[in-house]
């Protein structure tokens, strides 16, 4: 009788099951800022319009725009439109603790942002470790080893709030990571980054580097706000959710002035 009662209480849900269609409304499409100036460096401006969850990953770039950078000295440069959608500064580098103006005009559209370059922060040490899990290891036998592990170390400047953002790439290739740290129980103490690649198709000669930056909380929390897969546009883009953006006029992307160091390591 417990066989039978169970059985027909199993038909009984299973006849109750509706499939739910929840119908979503495509928003209009958006332009997507991603702007940056790093100290020694011009500025680099992508503009493209975000696409709707359900599309494929074909961001439309936006070209024409005027996109114009300005120092806190009064310097001043029309970014050169170098394809579509990409625009470049060829006179106007970035200095550590310069404040950077950004003027963006796109149709009827116009953005703003401001943004400083903060203290440069050198990196100490950089070693990549082959491991067969994170933490685990080196291979020994014929075990696989499909893990890198980036370990950074870095001494964060006392009296001072401090934030930093990674870069990663295999090859040259982002790797589409979030990796953000600040110095909130760390102050005036070296900090130590360890950053995870997994790759079991790694070969000799292969090329593993990172980009590290010093960005100004105002960028942390927007990359704090997003997720790491991306929908709206080439590299670091905005998630589905509107993150928080240090834009006006525009509510996706973002406005970077940072200082960078970058060091890379070949698989041996």
């Known amino acids: 009788m417990k066989l039978i009662f169970l059985l ?5 849900t299973l006849s ?13 499409a958006a332009l997507v800022v991603e702007a940056s100036i790093a100290h020694n460096e011009t500025a680099i401006v992508f503009l493209s319009k975000s696409i709707a969850l359900n599309q494929p990953n074909n961001f439309e770039m936006v070209g024409g725009a005027s996109v114009r950078i300005t120092d806190n000295l009064g310097n001043t440069e029309l970014l050169t439109e170098m394809s579509t959608g990409f625009y470049i500064s060829k006179t ?3 200095e550590v603790g310069k404040t950077y103006s950004l003027l963006i005009k796109s149709g009827s559209q116009t953005i703003t942002s401001e ?5 440069y922060v050198p990196i100490d040490s950089f070693e990549v470790v082959n491991s067969i899990y994170p933490g685990g290891g080196a291979p020994r036998g014929n075990q696989e080893a499909p893990f890198y592990e980036i370990k950074l170390k870095y001494t964060d400047p006392v009296d ?20 953000i740290f600040d110095d909130r129980f760390t102050n005036g103490k070296q900090m130590e980054s360890n950053l995870i690649i997994f790759n079991d198709t790694a070969k000799v000669g292969d090329k593993i580097s990172i980009e590290m930056q010093c960005i100004e ?5 927007y990359f704090s706000s997003m997720g790491t897969a991306s929908n709206t546009g080439p590299g670091n883009s905005s998630s589905p959710a509107n993150p928080y953006t240090n834009l006006n006029g525009a509510i996706l992307g973002y406005f970077s002035a940072h200082t ?9």
């Open 8 to 12: 027909a209480t199993i038909l009984f």
């Open 16 to 28: 109750c099951t509706e499939i739910i269609d929840i119908p979503t409304n495509a928003a209009d």
């Open 92 to 94: 106007l580098i970035g």
């Open 115 to 119: 943004c400083k370059i903060p203290t």
């Open 160 to 179: 001072e709030q401090n934030f930093y953002r990674f870069e990663v790439y295999y090859n040259g290739v982002s790797q589409n990571r979030n990796y």
């Open 217 to 221: 909380k105002q960028v942390h929390n």
């Open 260 to 268: 960078v160091e970058r060091k890379a390591y070949l698989l041996k």
